[in-house]
């Protein structure tokens, strides 16, 4: 199968084709089209801007897959898109991209959960057998999942506030870093010292797998505040000094809780834990992570960075899972903001994206 791949769901236009075999899933092209400089100077991501690029990105990401693929629009088997969840104004620009070009070549529509494209993306890279343990950490989520099938997904625990991307984002404003703050933290952190501050591990002291990263955020800020106040201002050491210490405890949560997930459902016979999602990325939270799954003599799989952010790939893949096992979207394939993945829990608490 090769399915044609949309994704608009935040602040990436992207579009990607796939080709998924019994055996094994190809990216013919994976083309990802950025919105960082449209919103540096509003310090976020500006909904309406966000939905007005995407409109008029998609169909160049469109047309670049298909060529960078070198095939014609009539060869792809099926039309996936992200339908949720996400900001509504560019996931509906999606939704409506898809559908046209549905339309036009009587091609099958997919409307996929952007959260299953990230948990689904280890497939995707590493073709890893159900079932896994997968710990989804991005810009809005933040969640242990079982998966066991490309549309079953339950949840074990995660954040009860913020997503730690956020609080990278958050924290990097504030202290003066660029956005987006993951990776201008990241490189910040190596020079600076875990040490100087301590911040507090939130949950750590309750059982189970829930996290929250909150008091976390609110706690680096006041000590920000605080050295402002005194010095007029914030050294270079104090961004890195900063940026160390928060890095550090967002590591020490995730771990922990990662440790007590992999503990609690040991998952014969595969033994395998995942990372996905744009904070994925982060060296330290990866190094981590795989401690935790040698420990448990598991296997680690984390996909390559340009994988783990946001991307259509993903997108295409699911949706190629997806249709061995349920039938296509109509025209009626509507956007959701919020769509959590284990449909016997609320959706997700927090998060303003
Ligand atoms: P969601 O998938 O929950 O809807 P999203 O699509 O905005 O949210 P992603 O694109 O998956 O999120 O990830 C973006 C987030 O990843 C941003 O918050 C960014 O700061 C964070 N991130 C990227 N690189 C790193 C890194 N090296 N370290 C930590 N965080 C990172
Ligand atoms: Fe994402």
Redesign the pocket.
Same mark, same amino acid.
């Given at each position: 199968r090769t399915i044609l791949g949309l994704e608009s769901?935040?602040d990436d236009t992207a579009a990607a084709i796939v080709r998924v075999t019994d055996t094994d899933a190809t990216i013919l092209s994976s083309v990802v089209a950025g919105q960082t400089d449209l919103h540096a100077s509003y310090g976020g991501v500006v909904p309406e801007i966000a939905a007005r690029a995407h409109a008029e990105k998609l169909d160049i990401c469109v047309e670049q897959a298909l060529t960078q693929a070198k095939l014609p629009l009539r060869a792809v088997d099926a039309i996936a898109v992200t339908s949720g969840p996400g900001l509504i104004g560019g996931v509906v620009s999606g939704v409506m991209c898809a559908k046209g070009l549905a339309a036009a070549t009587g091609k099958p529509l997919y409307g996929v959960n952007?959260l299953a494209g990230?948990a689904l993306t280890p497939r995707l890279t590493d073709q890893t057998p159900y079932p896994y343990l997968m710990l989804l950490v991005? #810009? +809005?989520h933040c969640q242990f999942l079982l998966v066991s099938g490309p549309d079953s997904f339950s949840r074990l625990g995660g954040t009860i506030d913020d997503a730690p991307g956020e609080a990278f984002d958050k924290i990097a404003r504030l202290i003066g870093l660029p956005q987006p703050g993951g990776p201008a933290i990241e490189t910040a952190a190596l020079k600076g010292d875990t040490t100087r501050f301590a911040f507090p591990r939130p949950l750590l002291d309750r059982p189970g797998c829930d996290m929250s990263f909150s008091g976390l955020k609110t706690a680096v800020l006041r000590t920000r505040d605080a050295l402002i106040s005194t010095q007029q201002g914030l050294t270079r050491q104090d961004q890195s000094d900063l940026a160390a210490g928060f890095q550090a405890a967002v590591v020490d949560v995730l771990i922990e809780k990662t440790r007590r997930a992999f503990a609690a459902y040991p998952i014969a016979p595969n033994r395998t834990l995942c990372v996905a #999602? +744009?904070v994925a990325a982060n060296m330290a939270i990866r190094a981590g992570l795989e401690t935790i799954a040698k420990q448990n003599e598991g296997t680690f799989v984390a996909p390559p960075l340009a994988l783990c952010?946001?991307n259509a790939a993903m997108i295409a893949y699911a949706a190629a899972e997806q249709m061995q096992k349920r039938d296509p979207d109509d025209m009626t394939l509507s956007a959701r903001p919020r769509w959590p993945l284990d449909t016997n829990q609320p959706a997700m608490l927090g998060s303003g994206k």
């Amino acid at each position: 199968r090769t399915i044609l791949g949309l994704e608009s769901s935040c602040d990436d236009t992207a579009a990607a084709i796939v080709r998924v075999t019994d055996t094994d899933a190809t990216i013919l092209s994976s083309v990802v089209a950025g919105q960082t400089d449209l919103h540096a100077s509003y310090g976020g991501v500006v909904p309406e801007i966000a939905a007005r690029a995407h409109a008029e990105k998609l169909d160049i990401c469109v047309e670049q897959a298909l060529t960078q693929a070198k095939l014609p629009l009539r060869a792809v088997d099926a039309i996936a898109v992200t339908s949720g969840p996400g900001l509504i104004g560019g996931v509906v620009s999606g939704v409506m991209c898809a559908k046209g070009l549905a339309a036009a070549t009587g091609k099958p529509l997919y409307g996929v959960n952007h959260l299953a494209g990230h948990a689904l993306t280890p497939r995707l890279t590493d073709q890893t057998p159900y079932p896994y343990l997968m710990l989804l950490v991005s #810009g +809005g989520h933040c969640q242990f999942l079982l998966v066991s099938g490309p549309d079953s997904f339950s949840r074990l625990g995660g954040t009860i506030d913020d997503a730690p991307g956020e609080a990278f984002d958050k924290i990097a404003r504030l202290i003066g870093l660029p956005q987006p703050g993951g990776p201008a933290i990241e490189t910040a952190a190596l020079k600076g010292d875990t040490t100087r501050f301590a911040f507090p591990r939130p949950l750590l002291d309750r059982p189970g797998c829930d996290m929250s990263f909150s008091g976390l955020k609110t706690a680096v800020l006041r000590t920000r505040d605080a050295l402002i106040s005194t010095q007029q201002g914030l050294t270079r050491q104090d961004q890195s000094d900063l940026a160390a210490g928060f890095q550090a405890a967002v590591v020490d949560v995730l771990i922990e809780k990662t440790r007590r997930a992999f503990a609690a459902y040991p998952i014969a016979p595969n033994r395998t834990l995942c990372v996905a #999602g +744009g904070v994925a990325a982060n060296m330290a939270i990866r190094a981590g992570l795989e401690t935790i799954a040698k420990q448990n003599e598991g296997t680690f799989v984390a996909p390559p960075l340009a994988l783990c952010t946001d991307n259509a790939a993903m997108i295409a893949y699911a949706a190629a899972e997806q249709m061995q096992k349920r039938d296509p979207d109509d025209m009626t394939l509507s956007a959701r903001p919020r769509w959590p993945l284990d449909t016997n829990q609320p959706a997700m608490l927090g998060s303003g994206k």
